[in-house]
């Protein structure tokens, strides 16, 4: 049961499209146009999409007085980025379209300043489409922010509506609180509705009461100074390992979606870091490995270590094991 299915009133005779979740396993169905109520999970059926295959209605002889016709209820929001696990270490990336808009989309992924297109097109209503990249769990952290920006369109007139863009960052933490059952695709993914209104998402808990603040000036004197020997102590630096390699696959598994100028600023950019880090926590030395090619990394490297405050000298390292493809560097 998601946003966008519809659904049958156990109850009564009513159906409906699902708005929205609200709390205590109660959902919002909007039953005509405009017009919508709050109702208890369990008393929802949700509506079978091959249901009119089995059950047509009898035929009936055709009568030439107007009917009134009944106003069509619209699915308007269900929205969705799927994770659909490829195994136990990979997941596919697809875009659900719960709704009954077709939507012309497009879904990046930024990551370091680069921008990858993942996917893009028309999804029909109540269809889904499949990104071109797998990722990795484990590099979650990593992933970069997706964007989704889409219109809404459908034949023959419609009232307009305002095109959806949508920021997403992927946490660790919350990862396991999206899995859920996935519509149109059927099966369990981590799911997260791109079109869901900050108003709309899943109320928190009340917060406690807080107690009333009393300052003691004696244990505030203490915590102040507590806190100044605290600040005196030398700040201590991450530590770089005393060789890095700065091979494009080492560095990232999107490699295959760069083109040359972003791989090189990607790998410079990790020279630097590492490079600034090993002065800072004291390091003697330290040595990249950045292999021969066509020697514009190494040039690159060499370039930026000539006249260095902090650089005694460099030198080609163990050349009998890397030839020209490493840099070791001594640090003042």
Known sequence: MNIGDKVRLLHSKEEGIITRFLKDNVVEVEIEAGFKLPVLKRELAVVSKTETQFFKPAPVAADNKPKETKPTIKADKGIFLAFVPVNEKEVSVNIVNNT?????????????RIHVGLAGGLIKAKSYQKSSLDLL???????????????????????????????????????????????????????????????????????EPQPKLVIDANKLKESMMAQKSVDTLPKTYEKPAPMVDLHIEQLTKNHRTLNNAEMLELQMNTFLSKFEQAIASGMDDITFIHGVGNGVLRQEIQRRLSGHKNVAWFEDAQKEKFGYGATRIKIK
């Open 137 to 207: 769990i484990k590099d979650m952290e990593t992933w970069g922010s997706f964007t989704f920006s889409v219109l809404y369109f459908n034949n023959g007139p419609f009232d307009e509506r305002a095109p959806l863009f949508k920021k997403l960052r992927i946490r660790a933490n919350t990862w396991p609180n999206h899995k859920s059952k996935t519509p149109i695709l059927e099966r369990e993914s981590y799911l997260y509705q791109l079109d869901s209104d900050d108003a709309e998402a899943i109320p928190t808990e009340k917060a």
């Open 100 to 112: 009954d808009w077709d939507l012309p989309f497009a879904l990046t992924l930024t990551t370091d």
